[in-house]
């Protein structure tokens, strides 16, 4: 079987995928630049773990080196690419806007352009709920518009699922994004809130809860949304030959392209997860009520009618099992 491309392996949705598709016997090339945006030791564990496996390369590369991105896919010819790199973090963004444009703006067109290169048969890629941004009507759906993103790392996605469809338009090549729900898991990245709120927790500091924890969240499991992508990797978007530039639909198109939502489909309240926290690590939060931090929105709920028609899976790791596992994975990574 030739390699699959796995971008952003170190990282935390790179890696449990990297592992499941290692685990069904299909070799892997992952890249990441190992960069230090968060612990680059917890990075390096999970790589440590890959490595350990024989079908498994890895190449230390930043998706922005031109060259070094031409040189990859000189050297492989893809058949698929799934790519999860990229600078994440919607409050990081208002100090740093830079780094989004070098990884998620340039290092894409990068991508994009190795993948037409090879003849590449699917570019998977992740997209963000964040794409919503101003949007209040529930649940989130695809097919509706969502041009008024309220960050900068939301507008970067929006522009990859653009930057995706113009390619798929031009070239035929076939590309699927997947706007990616609030993911947690074993594994997780220490800049996201169940993370910082088990370390402030564990160490008797309180947790800061936006918009005075009046909000909520479609936490979706990271095994769900690997389930998800092993499933779409086989199938490539054919194009609709029925949409309509008259009436145009925001998830579909005439092109070979195609959008998702991947999440649990049930917003959770963000109490009711600090409480599972504290119940699993035995310990009782102090709390931070704190007013709305710009960039953040009030809702998040994922419509995933059409993930479930096209591939006949529905995220299904309900919010009490899921967080069982994260602290779990935390209690013995951390010696707590």
């Keep these: 079987m030739a390699n ?24 892997v090339i992952g890249i990441d630049n190992l960069n230090d945006y968060y612990d680059p030791a917890l990075k390096q564990a999970r790589l440590d773990r890959l490595m350990a496996h024989p079908n498994f390369t890895f190449e230390k590369l930043d998706l922005a080196d031109r060259a070094g991105m031409q040189a990859l896919f000189a050297r492989h010819r893809f058949p698929a690419v799934v790519h999860l790199a990229a600078q994440a973090g919607v409050r990081y963004s208002l100090q740093n806007p830079h780094a989004y444009a070098d990884s998620n703006l ?9 993948c037409r290169q090879v003849e590449c048969r699917h570019l998977v890629f992740a997209s963000s709920s964040s794409v919503y941004g101003a949007n209040t009507k529930l649940p989130f759906s695809v097919h509706d518009n969502v041009d008024h993103p309220v960050s900068l790392y939301a507008a ?42 088990a370390r402030a927790i564990t160490a008797g ?20 949304i690997v389930e998800a992508i092993v499933r779409i990797i086989d199938r490539p978007p054919q194009g609709d030959p029925n949409w309509s530039g008259v009436k145009p639909d925001s998830g579909t198109s005439r092109a070979p392209w195609r959008i998702y939502n991947v999440g ?5 309240e963000l109490m009711h997860v600090v409480a599972l926290l504290e119940q699993g690590l035995g310990r009782v939060a102090q709390k931070n009520l704190l007013p709305m931090q710009p960039g953040d929105v009030l809702d998040t709920f994922a419509d995933v009618d059409d993930l479930v028609r096209d591939i006949g899976f529905r ?3 309900a919010i009490e099992q899921g967080v069982e596992t994260f602290v779990t994975w935390y209690r013995d990574y951390h010696r707590v």
């Excluded at 649990?264 to 959770?268: D, F, L, T």
């Design 106 to 114: 340039e290092g894409f067109i990068n991508l994009l352009e190795g």
């Design 315 to 317: 995220p299904r790791v």
């Design 4 to 27: 699959l491309l796995v971008t952003g392996c170190a990282g935390f949705i790179g890696f449990h995928l990297t592992q499941r598709l290692l685990g069904e016997g299909r070799p």
């Design 264 to 268: 649990n489909s049930r917003p959770e």
């Design 156 to 197: 970067t996605k929006k522009a990859n699922e653009l930057l995706a469809h113009s390619y798929s338009h031009l070239y035929r090549l076939p590309t699927t994004g997947l706007r990616l729900f609030t993911v947690y898991g074993p594994w997780y990245r220490p800049d996201m809130a169940l993370y910082l709120f």
């Design 205 to 224: 500091q309180p947790i800061n809860l936006f918009n005075h924890g009046q909000m909520r969240r479609d936490f979706t499991h990271v095994d769900d």
